[in-house]
């Protein structure tokens, strides 16, 4: 096995006690909130939004915050399809991994290397089935490691499929721990025109064998029905596993072995049709991967958030001894309201503190409450007595109350120094604006002449 890397410094920064600190005072005495692969993936979908990146990194229970400050989410998972996700995959895991690895096998035409060594079937696995899932955090990750790192140093030995293994991810200079629902050691897809046992298969010199990869599967309780389910459903699922392939190949990166050895299409095992009995299907990630590793990358060093917050900051929810809260709403809501946010509509489906961020952004007229893509569209014009007056139909205000200059000729194409860029931009924002808002008139003037022509000839 290849040596190990040095230590990443940006994982020790992630470790930095004096910003371990800073968050342990932002959270107060409550126990933390840790990440998760939901959560991840719902952070990289707006990275530019500091509230919810230093709320995460400090472990803040959101969605109590939310109802403490009187803006409690009013969206979630249901009790109901909670229990069925855990009773589905407790269902799929109950004979100790046999019917794993025959979807594996027998559905997804992979070959598991242990279990090729004994075709015959068995009532469980043995040895060969994991389960990793008990114990601390770190405790769970050094296990998880030491398999992948013995599995790799003697390829054939160890075990066939780990159950809830847990790695780590670094998100915004902090280290996230998340556990996909299940591994495979060792798999690769079947070579065309061999035999198939019953799990497993032999060898054919026909054709040359696919490299072996590490498999990860994630078990899903909406239904599969003939092969297709919900392309929404799928797509969170989707972006969910990028998580856990990422973390993965950070795992195989720290043990000096190629992240190239994790494979990029993970497993889905759902229900089949209107059943419960598991099928599963191969899902691409690699576009969902790109998206999150691109993301995280220009999530900022948390570090920096907490440099430009006061000292005094506090989302401490305890209560005192008869079960009042030490901090009222009005504190809270004045310590959310001083970390900028990065409002979407996509936030209401993502984050529980969205209808606090949305109802901020409709009071100050924010442009972001119309979307990103007309946010975006508008060239840097942030609120909406901006668009208005740009139009042609307000005053705006001065300058110094924009904080942009508007008086930059459209037609400017010199750059001094960048100083003009944003103006360019203001400049472009306010001339489509001025031609969208004549061609909304000219189209109301000619709509209202024809009505009258109408009423004229009735």
Same mark, same amino acid.
């Not at 899932?133 to 599995?151: I, K």
């Given at each position: ?41 719902? =952070?990289?979908?707006n ?17 109590a ?25 407790? =269902? ?10 025959r ?14 060594q ?8 043995g ?29 054939g ?34 070579v ?58 950070? =795992? =195989? ?42 993301q ?27 079960g ?9 809501g ?15 489906s ?26 975006d ?50 400049a ?31």
């Open positions: 096995m290849a040596a190990t890397p040095p230590p990443n410094p940006a994982q020790n920064a992630a470790r930095d006690p004096d910003v371990a600190d800073r968050l342990a005072e932002l959270r107060g005495p409550i126990p933390a909130r840790h990440h998760d692969a939901r959560t991840i993936a719902a =952070l990289t979908a990275p530019g939004c500091a509230r919810r990146s230093v709320l995460d990194a400090a472990g803040v229970d959101k969605r915050l939310a109802e403490r400050i009187g803006f409690g989410p009013r969206f979630g998972q249901s009790p109901f399809a909670i229990s069925r996700g855990n009773a589905f995959e407790k =269902l799929v895991k109950s004979d100790g991994g046999v019917t794993l690895l979807l594996l096998c027998d559905e997804l035409g992979l070959e598991v290397q242990e279990a090729a004994n075709p015959d079937a068995k009532p469980a696995l040895d060969q089935w994991v389960d990793l899932g008990a114990g601390e955090r770190e405790d769970r990750y050094r296990r998880t490691r030491d398999l992948v790192a013995a599995s790799a140093r003697e390829p030995t160890g075990p066939v499929l780990a159950d809830h293994p847990m790695l780590r991810l670094e998100v915004g200079g902090r280290a996230a721990y998340v556990e996909p629902d299940l591994v495979a050691f060792r798999a690769r897809p079947r065309p025109g061999t035999e198939v046992h019953a799990y497993g298969v032999t060898e054919s010199a026909a054709e040359p064998a696919a490299p072996w990869r590490w498999y990860l599967a994630e078990i899903k309780s909406f239904a599969m029905i003939d092969g297709r389910a919900d392309p929404v459903k799928v797509a969170e699922a989707a972006t969910q596993s990028a998580v856990y392939v990422l973390a993965f190949q950070a =795992l =195989l990166s720290g043990l000096g072995l190629p992240p190239g050895l994790v494979a990029t299409d993970v497993v889905l095992v759902c229900p089949k049709d209107f059943s419960n009995a598991p099928t599963a299907a191969l899902v691409d990630v690699r576009r969902q991967l790109a998206a999150v590793r691109r995280l990358d220009r999530l900022p060093r948390i570090g920096t958030l907490l440099d430009g917050l006061d000292s005094g900051l506090s989302f401490d929810l305890s209560t005192d001894e008869d009042e809260p030490l901090q009222g709403a009005a504190q809270l004045k310590a959310v309201a001083a970390i900028e946010a990065r409002y979407a509509p996509e936030c209401i993502r984050c529980d503190m969205a209808f606090y961020c949305r109802d901020e952004a409709r009071a100050t007229g924010s442009t972001e409450v119309l979307g990103r893509s007309i946010r569209a508008l060239g840097g014009v942030a609120a909406m007595r901006d668009v208005l007056a740009l139009s042609g139909r307000e005053d705006c205000g001065s300058d110094a109350e924009r904080g942009v200059r508007v008086e930059v000729d459209v037609d400017t194409d010199i750059d001094i120094d960048g100083a003009v860029n944003r103006d360019l931009d203001f472009e924002a306010a001339r489509l604006l001025s031609v969208a808002r004549r061609a909304r008139l000219e189209a109301l003037a000619e709509a209202e002449l024809r009505h009258r022509e109408r009423e004229a000839a009735a």
